[in-house]
């Protein structure tokens, strides 16, 4: 295709040539200077050298020879191109010479050309060019923006912890996001991970709130053991079982550390989970979770869940799962809320989960995503499976057994959750129950195996006081009257080994329940 050019000479061509002698005796008679700023020759396509711009032979050749723009642009090294002219017509040929840049044209035919000025101040400003404000809008005021309600949606950009140098402190480096440095301690074969936790580091934590304070979810305590060991060559979670939550501060972080024991004859390699306020070394460490890891090799997936939906089952409505569960203490946002499709039978549900799209990235970097994996969790409350929960007491995990990962990185799942054989087919009590878990990815294979899980409910009344810790087994007090006509009760207080050791006469018994 061609196009006629609207100009009045053959510019830079041989019929140029008949009026280059007088041309050169003229511009000869003119005086010269160097340029102020670097000036880039579109005669040899690079930055002219001192001299070459002085030169009136130099002005002569401009006319006749080619003009080098493509070799021009590309000689400025630059990233950011403004075009000082009627039009855009040199924006979009660098744009054709350079693969990454920002092009700007200061005016645009048809246009009005303040507009056109001041967007292309304002393109320039929003990539980091100086722009000098007080020059153009003088005279100008600050006005006050309007005000509105704020939303506090978050646009910032995720900032993913790095490894880190850690060999200069000592330590591995490991990628994942909450651990991040490992370590064998000297004179033995146990293995320490280390890591910080905040909402700062890992934002979707505050998505999981309980009564009212974020706690680590228990999947998030079971993703720790699972990678650390991993790495040690011990994938298979024999038994892992909670002993407190552990609460991230609204403020600052909290210094966690997984220890992984020397292989016993039993065949297996004690774990734990401890972890305490960051800056503070005197502080002590508070267990949360311990429990046994195995050598075996991981078991093949019996099972897959490629029939989907399940074949007998009935649909179950999700819309206000999320609501109930907030009445019951746990409030889930966004990251943590992934159920959206269920079905039943009698002692089974079913269900599809799905991490949100901003949560991808770091699913590449566990086994599987501790708000994927919750939310598996969360699909127990819509079949006949748990007890009917009573307010600030919801069911969270408390022990798992047979935990066996056989796929990773997974952002979808489908899962089935069956009442534990073990229990006879019913739950084992108002205060717990058991389930075991089938969880594959979208398309029905295998990701995960849980043999049994238990869950209890949990009274986190207290885990904003002091510390911030609180416990998962409680002291329950029950007032029980004094009968009438009888004599007064008295408190007995108990020693192991003792026997009786003291007795106060009280106006109300007090029965104190103490498990073996």
């Known amino acids: 295709r061609t196009r006629r050019l609207r100009v009045s000479h053959a510019f830079h061509s041989p019929l140029m040539e008949p009026m280059l002698a007088e041309f050169e005796q003229i511009v000869s008679g003119l005086t010269f200077a160097e340029p102020s700023i670097p000036v880039v020759s579109n005669v040899t396509g690079l930055l002219a050298e001192r001299g070459l711009l002085t030169d009136p032979a130099y ?73 000098d404000w007080t020059s153009i809008l003088t005279p100008a005021r600050h006005v006050d923006v309007p ?50 936790l905040s909402v700062a580091a890992q934002p979707w ?63 297996g390699r004690a774990v734990s989970i401890h972890s305490r306020p960051e800056g503070d070394v005197t502080a002590p460490w508070t267990g949360h979770a311990e429990g046994l890891l195995s050598a075996e090799p991981l078991p093949v997936a019996a099972f897959e869940l490629a029939q989907w939906p399940p074949v007998d089952a009935r649909p179950v409505a999700v819309d206000g799962l999320y609501d109930d569960l907030a009445a019951v203490g746990l409030e889930y946002g966004p990251t943590f809320q992934g159920v959206t499709r269920a079905w039943a039978r009698p002692g089974e549900v079913f269900a599809e989960v799905v991490l949100p799209e901003q949560a991808h990235a770091d699913a590449a970097r566990f086994g599987v995503h501790p708000a994927l994996l919750d ?98 087994h409680q002291v329950g007090w029950s007032v029980v009257a004094a009968p009438t006509g009888t004599a007064a009760p008295s408190w007995v207080v108990l020693e192991a080994g003792a026997g009786l050791a003291s007795v106060i006469e009280v106006p109300e018994a007090v029965l104190v329940t103490v498990p073996a």
């Open 205 to 267: 934590l505050a998505d999981h709130v309980v009564n009212g304070t974020v706690i680590v979810p228990g999947t998030g305590l079971l993703e720790l053991v699972l990678r650390a060991g991993a790495e040690v060559g011990w994938p298979l979670v024999r038994e892992l079982t909670l002993q407190a939550p552990l609460v991230v501060p609204a403020e600052g972080g909290v210094q966690v550390q997984v220890v992984i024991g020397a292989a016993e004859e039993s065949g």
């Open 375 to 472: 939310a598996v969790l969360h699909a127990s409350a819509l079949g006949d499976l748990l007890p009917e929960p009573e307010p600030g007491r919801p069911f969270l995990p408390f022990s798992w057994s047979g935990v066996s990962l056989h796929a990773t990185a997974a952002t979808s799942l489908r899962v089935r959750l069956t009442t534990n054989a073990d229990t006879g087919g019913q739950p084992t009590g108002a205060g717990v129950a058991n389930i075991t878990l089938f969880i594959a990815d979208g398309s029905g294979v295998p990701v995960a195996e849980v043999e049994a899980l238990t869950l209890r409910p949990l009274s986190t009344s207290d885990l904003a006081a002091s510390s911030g810790q609180g416990w998962l």
């Open 147 to 196: 005000t509105y309600a704020f939303q506090r949606e978050r646009f910032w950009i995720p900032v993913r912890a790095g490894v880190g140098e850690m060999s200069a402190a000592g330590l591995g480096a490991i990628d994942h996001p909450l651990l991040s440095a490992v370590t064998e301690v000297a004179g033995g074969e146990s293995v320490v991970f280390s890591g910080r």
């Open 59 to 131: 002005w002569v050749r401009h006319v006749r020879e080619a003009v080098r723009f493509a070799d021009g642009v590309t000689a400025c090294q630059a990233n950011v191109f403004v075009e000082v002219g009627p039009d855009g017509v040199l924006t979009g040929l660098a744009q054709q010479s350079v693969e990454d840049g920002v092009f700007v044209a200061t005016a645009r035919k048809d246009r009005d050309e303040v507009r056109a000025l001041v967007e292309a101040l304002g393109r320039l400003h929003t990539h980091g060019v100086g722009v």
